[in-house]
């Protein structure tokens, strides 16, 4: 068996399809409560997996299971990766038409399996349909989404629209190109290389999807610490985050700069020793034990030492947080 065979091919592929499905189930999993539309992306890629394993093997089951409900689930697969884009980028429509198109397709596939046999005519079906279904998907990652998401969905959107070129290219082939018998196969080199091309593009699908939902989580990131810092500095209440190692203070709003009299540079990188922040050495002492069994402290009063030692008297509180995986504690003063 050489390894251009097509039956080799298929099977190799059936590893690459089952590969990039568990990355994308991954994918899903761990975003499931992010984004949504992934987990039809997981559906799509596992009915692909299961598709391309019944195809490759043809000959060794029912016709009726490896040509036409093999092509069914892959077509089905591509509607709801359609529908799961539709929802990741919030522009949802009907499907009716592409489900109509399913049962067309499907139908057409039976009656070139099983009345009037033609691997040809088969072949241009399901083309034509991946076309289609291609099409949809890269005109909706690319014109319906606002421009500023374009490059959040470039390389999808590039992958899509080479899927549409092998899809067409094959279109072509398969009606005006030589004529083939009805054995899938043994169908040539042609549609040997277009399985491989397809398999390529799926493994590079695989990567563009992880991509983007990986660039769209670190854009979501970047605004929420946007948000977080414009509530931090401009909160009405004077706030100070420190590491709980060795109380070093790393950041203070504005609050806190005005009413302690403090710059922020006088602050950040030193602790409430240096600067003498406590009045009384027991508020210290009683906010530290308290921490230091874990618990909160709420709205404790306390007396503070502003920058020209005037003694400000404050509710304070007090918990642990995490920054970057470390433990910090945030400090309240109202």
Not at 58 to 65: F, K, N, S, V, Y
Not at 103 to 119: E, G, I, K, N
């Amino acid at each position: 068996m050489s390894w251009l065979d097509l039956r080799t091919v298929l099977v190799l592929g059936v590893t690459i399809y089952l590969v990039c499905t568990l990355f994308i189930v991954q994918l899903w999993w761990q975003n499931r409560s992010r984004f949504d539309g992934t987990g039809l992306w997981a559906l799509n890629f596992a009915l692909q997996t299961t598709g391309l394993a019944l195809l490759s093997a043809r000959g060794a089951i029912p016709d009726w299971l490896s040509i036409v409900l093999a092509n069914a689930l892959m077509m089905l697969g591509l509607i709801l990766f359609y529908r799961g884009l539709q929802r990741f980028v919030g522009r949802l429509s009907q499907q009716r038409y592409n489900f109509a198109l399913l049962a067309l397709s499907t139908v057409l596939l039976f009656l070139l399996t099983f009345v009037h046999p033609d691997l040809r005519l088969r072949t241009v079906v399901v083309s034509i349909f991946f076309l289609v279904l291609f099409y949809q998907c890269m005109w909706l990652l690319w014109y319906r989404v606002e421009p500023g998401q374009r490059a959040l969905t470039f390389w999808v959107v590039m992958v899509l629209g080479a899927h549409c070129v092998i899809s067409l290219i094959r279109i072509t082939e398969y009606i005006f190109g030589m004529p083939i018998g009805n054995d899938y196969l043994k169908s040539g080199g042609f549609q040997t290389l277009v399985i491989i091309s397809y398999q390529a593009m799926f493994l590079l699908l695989t990567y563009a999807l992880i991509l983007m939902v990986n660039q769209r989580l670190i854009a979501r990131i970047g605004a929420e610490e946007e948000k977080f810092a414009k509530a931090f500095h401009f909160a009405p209440y004077a706030l100070t985050l420190a590491r709980t190692s060795d109380q070093t203070i790393f950041d203070v709003n504005e609050t806190f700069c005005d009413k302690t009299g403090y710059r922020r540079a006088e602050v950040l990188g030193k602790n409430s020793i240096d600067l003498q922040l406590w009045g009384h050495e027991e508020d210290k002492a009683a906010v530290v034990e308290a921490l230091s069994t874990g618990m909160r402290v709420r709205d404790r009063e306390a007396s503070f030492r502003k920058k020209n030692g005037e003694l400000l008297t404050a509710l304070f509180s007090a918990e642990f947080i995490e920054v970057n995986g470390k433990k910090k504690h945030s400090d309240l003063h109202r």
